[in-house]
């Protein structure tokens, strides 16, 4: 039997750049000109089919925030929680290699294109973030549907949402399917910010991640998922008029993105239950 040169391989001794191009095609590369995590990443074409490899990149490098034994840190992160939730939206984890320079985390390649666009582009017709936004409502209900659900399974297993926003979906227009990534900075367990301005688009962002000493915990996870639907379903703001949604649906978002966390639903179970009983009456709308 043959064995498959990301599959079935625990270990290499080479740079991973090197190994990928001689066992397969690379067909993209996600590195310091596409983002700044320090993180080099690969799609890789083999006999067998695409893969996404995640790499913490050169141990060298000067520029990235984090230090290459942080950014491996953040990778084995992302290992557990992947490997701790088996939801439709994470794509499948095959694999991790081990190499001189860290692991090399082997994912299955999703098609589609991440939300996100740059600040200059967001407002650009043509952008990727502009297109999501002008889908029917109710294919954009039901993605939302699939980021509470997904991050509601996460909580009860402990997991808190750190730097999720719009660059962490995957949206398959021609499949109408979404997908999940780079939850590297998710913690297993309430922590204190430690750093005053978390990582994080401030978009999606609570008040205490900008707060050094503030508790970060469920509530902020439920913050995070009231803004995305602030963003993908109104303007970025929390007004009435540009929300697209029901009362009732905003009523639930305006009270997730409160700012007094005493205010907010306790748990994202409270939220994604609140979430979904405001707009099962509300799917054949668009």
């Known amino acids: 039997m ?4 990301l599959l079935d391989v625990e270990r290499i001794e080479g740079a991973p750049d090197v190994y990928l191009n001689s066992v397969g095609s690379v067909f993209a590369v996600f590195d310091e000109h596409t983002q700044d995590s320090g993180n080099v990443s690969y799609g890789v074409q083999t006999a067998q089919g695409r893969y996404f490899v995640k790499t913490a990149g050169h141990p060298d490098d000067p520029n990235p925030f984090l230090s290459h034994s942080e950014r491996v840190s953040l990778l084995r992160n992302a290992v557990q929680l992947r490997r701790s939730c088996n939801h439709p939206t994470l794509p499948p984890l095959h694999q991790v290699i081990e190499s001189p320079t860290g692991p090399l985390i082997v994912y299955q390649w999703v098609d589609g294109e991440l939300i996100r666009t740059d600040a200059a582009m967001r407002d650009d017709p043509r952008s990727t973030f502009q297109r999501f936004r002008r889908l029917p409502f109710h294919e954009i209900i039901r993605a939302l549907d699939l980021v509470y659900e997904l991050h509601h399974q996460l909580a009860r297993l402990g997991w808190i949402a750190v730097d999720f926003y719009d660059g962490c979906m995957i949206y398959d227009f021609a499949c109408r399917k979404l997908h999940i990534v780079d939850l590297d900075h998710y913690c297993k367990a309430p922590f ?3 750093m005053g301005r978390m990582f994080g688009s401030s978009r999606f962002m609570a008040p205490e991640e900008f707060e050094r000493g503030a ?7 439920v913050f995070t998922m009231g803004r995305t639907a602030a963003v993908l379903l109104s303007n970025g703001t929390l007004e009435r008029r540009p929300f697209r949604g029901s009362d009732a649906l905003y009523e639930v978002i305006r009270r997730a993105c409160c ?8 748990s994202m179970e409270a939220f994604f239950t609140a979430w979904m009983e405001a707009h ?7």
């Not at 508790?215 to 996870?221: C, H, N, S, V, W």
């Not at 099962?280 to 668009?286: F, K, R």
């Open 259 to 266: 700012d007094d966390r005493r205010k907010r639903y306790g």
């Open 215 to 221: 508790r970060i915990d469920e509530g902020t996870t």
């Open 280 to 286: 099962v009456s509300e799917l054949s709308i668009d």
């Open 2 to 5: 043959n064995c498959h040169p």
């Open 192 to 194: 204190i910010n430690e």
